[in-house]
Each structure stands twice: as structure tokens, then as C-alpha cells.
């Protein structure tokens, strides 16, 4: 298959007229200039090439549930939503989490995450529903096994009715990482052990969600650092800042990356980032649940992993990476200015903005495969229209795409397959998908009616 860009940005160079050669979803060769011959190919002149997005936190099944709280903080939004949520079940997660990939999908995004954490007791088949969805779009998955144990009863935010028991979640998570975790270099699938949060998780299940990801040799995934009332229960009920407890609890480390990680002070931004411990900063929903404002840039200068995330649709409303890459720059410019920094405007550039996207995102996953446009890496690739009404004559394309994001992508291809054409999706019906979506979430708003 060749790939042809007006530009194409590898994630380091931006090669005018640029292509790239892959066979068996593995890119083997790239260049400039005269095109060599392939049997697929996807020319697109009028567009920028980049290495397809990476979301490094997500919960797909909220796209049934967006819309509720629209003016409340995540513990308020998360209370009002909890009851909703325990009325899911398979059928509205497969519908809530094919409008989710197929929104991504459009939106240039090729390798995603899902934390999925709801369970509700008695409903089967919803992670495999998720697994078996991202299979049918064609989208590069890591589902994430999240799981709440710390109920309302026994002091946690959530109310009893959705959490599980500890011993059934780890069986579960084992079941699921040999049934569908595929190791290899090139996966379509890894699976990732992610208990919720500190305030819906006992210490205990942490501790061992660790052990067994370790054993098994998987990722960890959690929500940290996200707002200051997490900071308050933390320190009320263990008597430690939120990175102190994860420290404890063995929860730092190169296969560990927290969602949000908004509120550490400098030391925890070095440690963070000494120990190799990734986060997905998630700006929309950031700012919609006015939660604050992550230290993207101290971060990434102390030489931590950082990577972006569209976060649950709940928080969000929507799931377009580029949208995500364009707030990230104007928050780190809005967090500088309001430190009285004269360079302000100059916190965050666009091509950094591009990396957490793409390879900083990527490598919160684990994926030293994804993430650039060089020989030998997935051929995951997203085209962006650079003669639309949004784009038409702006001279720097990579800045162009970052300061007015597309709606959509053109062309998007995972694993040296073509999932996106002139800007419509090949492996699904969007149309019928929304209707589908619409039906579900109404049920599922009728269904939680007190
Ligand atoms: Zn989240």
C-alpha cells in the first residue's frame, strides 16, 4: 500500500510530497518525491499526513449518557450519573462504544484506550462487547478492566449497587487478559488492568490489581490527581497526597499511566516523571467538570510521558483528538499567562501539541510501534484536509490543524487498512449508528427513572 500526503509528518521531519510504503499493516519504507508503485494506494495532495492519534483515556459506554450535569464538579456529576450508569448492560455498551470508536475513528484517532470500570451485577458480556466492537470498526484497542470495590457503605463515592466484589474482579481481569491480550508487536488488542480511582477502589484491590498486572505482564491504568476533593479524601481517609498512596501501593512505574494527574506539586511532577509513569491529560473535560488544569509543560520538561485524552463522553460530549490537541495548547498558554509568564504565548507549541497526540500518547500505552510515521512502525495514519473552509492558504499546515482543528479526518488508515475515505466511515453506517445511539441512551435515561 502507498500512502501520498502534500506533507507528511513523521512525528520528527515534515517531508513535502511525502510517502510511505507499507505491506501487512507495517510500514517498510518512506520518501519524498516520485512515487514508487503499490496495488493500494490513497493520494492525497490537498492534505497533511500524520501518524494517527492516540486517546490515552476514555470510558466509551458514557456516549450513552451524555448531556447529564451539564454544570457540575466530578463528584456531583459522578453521584447523579453513578445510578444511571448501574442500569447498563451489554447491548447499550456495544451501541455506546461503536458511536464512541466510530466518532475517534473520524476524528484521525487509530489506537485508543477504553477504562471501562462499570459491572453491573448480573450483566455479562460487556468487555467483550467493547473487544468485539473495536474489532468490527477496525480500531487499534486497549481495553482497560477498571473496576470500583470501595462503595458508598464503606466510605467511597459510588453507592454499593456498583461496585463488585475484589476476588471477582481480579478473576475476571485474569479471564479477560488471557482470552483477548495479544503481546505482540503490531497487536490490534492488549488488555489493561485498571482499577477506577482512589475514591472507588480499597487500597487492597490496588495492590493487587498491580501484582497481577505484573505477573501477567500489563499495563496499569487509574485516574489520579484530578481534582482537589480526590486530594482531600485522600489525605482524610489515608493521611497521604494522591501520588504518595500510589506510591505505596506500588502504583508508579514505566507500565503505569494515570488519567488527569492535574494537581502535583514540583516534586511530584519529578517523580512522576523520573519513575517513568505516564499521564493522559484530557483538557475538555478538564475544563468542563472544572477540575483545572494539568502542568502539561513542567511535566514534559521534567521528561515525563504525556499523552492526550478525549475522556468519557459524559465529561466531554464528544471525542475528537485534534479538538483535545488544540485545547491542550491554548490551556498550557492560559495556565502560563495566569502565572504572570511574559512568554505565555509561547508555552506549548503546536508541533509539541502534535507529539502528545501522537507519540506521547503512545507511549503511555506501551506502544514503542505506534506513534511515528518510520520504517518499521504500524501503518496507523490520519489525512487532514489542508484546502477546506477551515484550512484553505494557512502557510504552516501542522500549526494551521492545531490552532482551527477539523471536524473530521479525510482518510484514515489502521494497520495498513483503509478505515476512513473522503471523510466517511468505510466499517460502519453513521447514520444508522446514531439512531442506534439516540434509541439506546433514551432507554437507558427511561430505565434509570426513579
Ligand atoms: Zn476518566
Redesign the pocket.
Known amino acids: 500500500m502507498l500512502l501520498r500526503a502534500g506533507l507528511l509528518f513523521s512525528g520528527a521531519d515534515e517531508v513535502e510530497n511525502g510517502w510511505l510504503l507499507a505491506r501487512g499493516g507495517v510500514i517498510t519504507e518512506v520518501g519524498s518525491g516520485p512515487k514508487p508503485a503499490a496495488d493500494d494506494v490513497v493520494d492525497l495532495p490537498n492534505c497533511l499526513a500524520v501518524p494517527g492519534l492516540v486517546n490515552a483515556?476514555d470510558?466509551m459506554y458514557q456516549w450513552a449518557t451524555r448531556g447529564y450535569v451539564p454544570d457540575g464538579g466530578l463528584f456531583e456529576w459522578l453521584r447523579a450519573l453513578y445510578p444511571v450508569w448501574a442500569q447498563i448492560d451489554a447491548d447499550t455498551v456495544r451501541i455506546a462504544g461503536r458511536a464512541a470508536m466510530a466518532r475517534l475513528l473520524l476524528s484521525g484517532c487509530t489506537l485508543s484506550s477504553d477504562?471501562h470500570y462499570v459491572f453491573p451485577s448480573g450483566q455479562a458480556g460487556i468487555f467483550e462487547a467493547l473487544v468485539e466492537t473495536a474489532g468490527e470498526l477496525g480500531l487499534r484497542f486497549h481495553p482497560c478492566r477498571g473496576s470500583m470495590s470501595l462503595g458508598e457503605s464503606k466510605g467511597g463515592l459510588p453507592p454499593d449497587s456498583v461496585v463488585e466484589e475484589p476476588d471477582a474482579i481480579l478473576a475476571h481481569t485474569e479471564a479477560v487478559i488471557h482470552r483477548f491480550h495479544d503481546p505482540a508487536p503490531g497487536s490490534m488488542c492488549r488488555v489493561v488492568v485498571a482499577p477506577c480511582s482512589p475514591f472507588s477502589v480499597t487500597p487492597e484491590l490496588m495492590r493487587d490489581s498491580a501484582e497481577l498486572a505484573r505477573r501477567h505482564g500489563v499495563s496499569l491504568h487509574t485516574?489520579l490527581a484530578e481534582t482537589l476533593d480526590e486530594e482531600r479524601f485522600c489525605i482524610d481517609r489515608f493521611g497521604k497526597r494522591p501520588l504518595d498512596l500510589m506510591e505505596d501501593l506500588g502504583w508508579t512505574g514505566r507500565d503505569v499511566w494515570f488519567?488527569?494527574g492535574i494537581h502535583f506539586n514540583d516534586t511530584e511532577v519529578d517523580r512522576v516523571a523520573e519513575s517513568g509513569t505516564g499521564v493522559a491529560h484530557?483538557p475538555s473535560?478538564n475544563m468542563r467538570l472544572g477540575a483545572g488544569a494539568c502542568r502539561v509543560e513542567d511535566l514534559v520538561h521534567a521528561g515525563a510521558k504525556v499523552g492526550l485524552g478525549v475522556?468519557?463522553a459524559a465529561s466531554n460530549e464528544d471525542a475528537n483528538l485534534a479538538v483535545e490537541l488544540h485545547q491542550a495548547l491554548l490551556v498550557a498558554r492560559m495556565r502560563a499567562s495566569m502565572q504572570g509568564r511574559v512568554d505565555a504565548a509561547t508555552a506549548l507549541d503546536s508541533r509539541a501539541a502534535w507529539r502528545l497526540a501522537t507519540v506521547g500518547g503512545a507511549g503511555c500505552l506501551g506502544r514503542d510501534d505506534c506513534g511515528t510515521l518510520k520504517p518499521g512502525k504500524c501503518a496507523d495514519v490520519a489525512f487532514f484536509r489542508l484546502d477546506d473552509l477551515g484550512h484553505a492558504g494557512m502557510g504552516d499546515p501542522l500549526a494551521a490543524l492545531a490552532l482551527a482543528p477539523p471536524a473530521r479526518a479525510e482518510a484514515v488508515v489502521v494497520n495498513g487498512k483503509i478505515v476512513v475515505r473522503d471523510g466517511r466511515l468505510l466499517t460502519g453506517d453513521e447514520a444508522t449508528i446514531a439512531a442506534d445511539l439516540a434509541a439506546a441512551s433514551k432507554r437507558l435515561q427511561a430505565r434509570a427513572r426513579p
Request: hydrophobic residues 10%; aromatic residues 0%; negative net charge.
Open positions: 483515556h470510558h477504562h485516574h488519567a488527569h484530557c473535560s475522556d468519557g
